[in-house]
């Protein structure tokens, strides 16, 4: 009779993670359909490109990672840690630039949620997922 091999299990910081990131990228593609709505509106200005371009970059590069989460390597792990530190960055930069920067900025969930990712692969469980 043929041995069943046991598949290790996700961590719970792991399935966290990735549900944090589904979301991320579900309310983004429902962001970009406003902006390119309201790009449209602007007759596509210049400097208004940008916000789309970069929102559109970032929503990719968090699927493209989501699509990868099961292969378990490194470079993974740390493309998510780069890409939702980008996020967050781009975000405050952005309110920064606006002249609304509050502490309510702060702990909005644009910054929250990408913060709470990278706190969840940084944990040692994440780097025993990963490590393969």
């Known amino acids: 009779m043929t041995d069943a091999i046991q598949a290790e299990r996700m961590p719970a910081a792991m399935r966290a993670a990735r549900f944090i990131m589904t979301l991320e990228v579900a ?27 970069y929102s559109a970059v970032i929503t990719a590069l968090m699927g493209w990672l989501l699509s990868r989460w099961s292969s378990r390597r490194k470079p993974v792990r740390w493309g998510t840690i780069a890409v939702e530190v980008v996020a967050a960055g781009g975000y405050l930069i952005m309110t ?13 969930p644009s910054t929250l949620f990408p913060l709470a990712v990278v706190v969840m692969l940084l944990t040692p469980s994440a780097t025993r997922w990963f490590d393969r």
Request: hydrophobic share 70%.
């Open 27 to 53: 309310f983004s593609l429902v962001g970009l359909a406003i902006m390119i709505g309201t790009a449209a509106a602007f007759a596509f200005s210049g400097p208004f490109l940008l916000m789309p371009l």
């Open 96 to 108: 920064a630039i606006d002249g609304d920067l509050s502490w309510i900025k702060l702990i909005a």
